[in-house]
């Protein structure tokens, strides 16, 4: 289709269903800015995991299990602990 025709269809359109048309336009509006905020809120999340990383001395972070029960719970007094521990390495 050429741009004219385009054009025209859509002046059309707009003139025989005006409501129809501004709540295409509106629903569009509405997930663009959806997918923005998600995509913002994610890219946010990383960069304070990020700097939150690189606060602590870490460049990277992998976790992983040998089998799907190995491991420690992460606790409040597990946390403390590893504070602590990571102070006396820090000093």
Do not use: W
């Not at 509106?26 to 700097?51: E, F, M, N, P, T």
């Amino acid at each position: 289709m050429r741009l004219r025709d385009i054009l025209s269809l859509a002046a059309h359109n707009l003139r025989e269903s005006p409501l129809r048309t501004a709540l295409c336009a509106l629903s569009v509006a509405v997930g663009s800015g959806a997918l923005l905020l998600i995509l913002s809120i994610g890219l946010y999340g990383r960069k304070q995991v990020d700097v939150g990383l690189q606060t602590l001395g870490v460049s990277g972070l992998s976790v992983y299990t040998e089998s799907g029960h190995a491991g420690t719970i992460l606790s409040a007094a597990l946390a403390d602990e590893i504070e602590q521990d990571v102070d006396a390495f820090a000093r």
